[in-house]
């Protein structure tokens, strides 16, 4: 008889009597949980979800716990009960979309709170046809495109397929068919986006077959632009052994993936730290962190706090029915782990939660998993650190005219600032260093900048990144763009914007044969201005803006047609362009 357990990454009645066998191998530490009786939990997860009946969370004082500097545990309002599923950051709109998981069946809905105070978990309606349900599989943010791309995961079987949820406007699923490839279908494997290579970066996972472990150690690339693609990458180095349900995040400030601990078999956890570089020629390389190391685990979260610069986990399971309720920062700069001791009440010990970084509120947002004594959980916790951050960009852009590049950016969120340096990078975004003197903060919200660089060579690719410097002295750097100093054309061309249709952006190059003043503006059908992209000189070359279908106000643009009109020394042209919610 097959035997549907609680644990999702342990699927079939092999893996049943796997997880009953490792009973006596569990890992310990001081917050790990004795264990519950087998048969109890495996009861809960056997029964009916219409007949289950969970207990209320009731998590006690942190009376060891009292170090308000390493954070504050702030409980909020509850949610569907949920294990297993994936959550992203949507940094438009402020707010945690989550989808699938299981709660006793395993679901396709897609949930979003917003992050403000008193908000709850909200359903959010679709359209188009839903992914399969599923738990075990991940999700990204695509913040070129607007755009949740969910890959993978199981449910009486495991899947390869890849799907993205449109946000702006009507939120509408469409299934993706990438060239090459695919990677083999898996579960609880870990995904991250990497900006400056606009792909996500998969790795791991449990695919039920590969030998000896039934998981894998493989890294693949999804890229993103235009139509999608699948490309196995072959790091060089020794590489982390094959895993499923560890963690990942990517560092922007070293652009590489940070995977740390997992499975290797089902009695068998880790608590390594493996880095993979994404710049250039990607390689493997274990950290070997200073200060006492986490305890063994799998099935915990991680999240990137980018005002520290850190890997902060929590919780996960030990084996043998041990859970864990701790917090753990890994220093990225120093290359050091630190055991945190949040004051406040403590969410309780659990694994199979989900985790995202809350940038204008400066917290890891958590939520569900399955909780000790509890069973499939509900709550949403905040680890509240210093406030809400100093800076936070509306758009940060670069165009070259062929023989310089203009970096602008505008501000969402400004305080306590002193200034900006524009940094720079080659073409493999891993060498970043300031070019720029301080730019001095004008202290207001929606105030833009400009820094144009002249020390640039025509035909090669750069990236750029924006330093702030607060007041305090902190520092942190903010989003990641590439642009080419295209050779000097004679022509003077608007050529089709790329995509078209396309939803919710699209790129639109054109070639000026000589500097001057130049105007790129977006009109609807009737003539109206919707949005200038560009106005100010620009010198001779191939260069190209992108209209992420925003109006004037920031507002998504309505479906329809439009056109892009191109103006300068005295020349105009124009293209269609078609926007397709």
Not at 59 to 81: F, I, K, Y
Request: hydrophobic residues 40%; charged residues 15%.
């Amino acid at each position: 008889m097959r035997i549907r357990t609680a644990r999702d990454s342990m699927i079939g009645a092999l893996l049943v009597v796997a997880f009953l066998c490792s009973a006596g191998n569990a890992a310990t530490g001081a917050n790990a949980i004795p264990p519950a009786p087998v048969d109890s939990r495996e009861a809960i997860a056997t029964m009916p979800a219409t007949l289950q009946s969970t207990p209320p969370e009731t998590p006690g004082p942190s009376t060891d716990r009292m170090n308000t500097e390493d954070g504050l545990w702030m409980q909020v309002n509850p949610a569907p009960h949920r294990l297993s599923h994936s959550i992203m950051y949507d940094p438009l709109r402020k707010r945690a979309v989550m989808f699938g998981g299981s709660d006793g069946l395993d679901r396709n809905d897609t949930w979003v709170l917003h992050l403000d105070p008193g908000a709850s978990w909200v359903p959010q309606a679709t359209l188009g046809a839903r992914p399969a349900p599923r738990r075990l599989h991940t999700a990204v943010y695509d913040p070129v495109r607007d755009r949740m791309i969910v890959f993978g995961g199981y449910a009486d079987s495991y899947f390869d397929d890849v799907w993205e949820l449109t946000l702006s406007g009507a939120p509408t699923w469409h299934q993706l068919t990438p060239t090459g490839g695919p990677p083999a279908a898996r579960a609880g494997h870990v995904a991250v986006y990497d900006p400056i290579g606009d792909r996500m970066v998969v790795f791991g996972g449990h695919d039920g077959v590969s030998m000896p472990s039934l998981r894998r150690n493989d890294v693949w690339a999804l890229s993103l632009a235009g139509t999608p693609a699948w490309t196995e990458i072959t790091p060089t180095g020794t590489p982390p052994s094959a895993r499923s349900s560890h963690s990942a995040i990517y560092d922007p400030v070293r652009h590489q993936m940070v995977v740390f601990a997992g499975t290797e078999s089902f009695t068998s956890y880790q608590n390594d730290v493996w880095t993979l570089s994404l710049g250039g020629a990607p390689a493997w390389t274990q950290l070997l962190p200073s200060g006492p190391l986490p305890p063994l685990r799998e099935s915990h979260t991680a999240i990137y706090d980018v005002n520290r610069d850190r890997m902060v986990i929590f919780g996960g399971d030990a084996g043998g029915g041990y859970y864990y309720e701790d917090t753990w920062s890994l220093e990225l700069g120093p290359n050091a782990w630190r055991s945190l001791a949040p004051a406040g009440f403590f969410p309780g010990p659990r694994w199979g939660h989900v985790a995202i970084y809350d940038l204008p509120h400066d917290r890891m947002a958590m939520f569900g998993g399955w909780g000790w004594g509890v069973g499939y959980t509900s709550s949403v916790w905040f680890l509240e650190w210093a406030g809400p951050v100093p800076v936070e960009l509306a758009d940060f852009t670069a165009i070259s005219d062929g023989e310089r590049v203009v970096v602008r950016w505008r501000t969402a969120v400004e305080s306590d600032n002193l200034g900006f340096f524009v940094q720079r990078a080659g073409e493999a975004g891993d060498d970043y260093a300031r070019v720029s003197a301080l730019i001095e903060s004008s202290g207001t919200a929606g105030s833009t900048y400009e820094f144009i660089d002249q020390e640039v060579t025509p035909g090669q690719t750069y990236c750029y990144r924006l330093e702030s410097a607060a007041l305090n002295g902190d520092s942190q750097t903010y989003g990641s763009v590439r642009v080419l100093v295209a050779p000097v054309t004679s022509r003077f061309v608007l050529h089709p914007n790329r995509p078209n249709p396309f939803n919710p952006a699209t790129i639109i190059p054109f070639e000026l044969p000589a500097s001057g003043e130049v105007t790129i503006a977006v009109y609807d059908g009737g003539g109206r201005l919707v949005r200038t992209l560009w106005t100010g000189p620009m010198g001779p070359g191939v260069h190209q803006v992108e209209w992420d279908g925003l109006d004037a106000a920031g507002q998504a643009a309505a479906s329809g047609v439009y056109f892009c009109r191109l103006e300068a020394a005295g020349m105009q042209s124009t293209r269609k362009m078609v926007l397709a919610q």
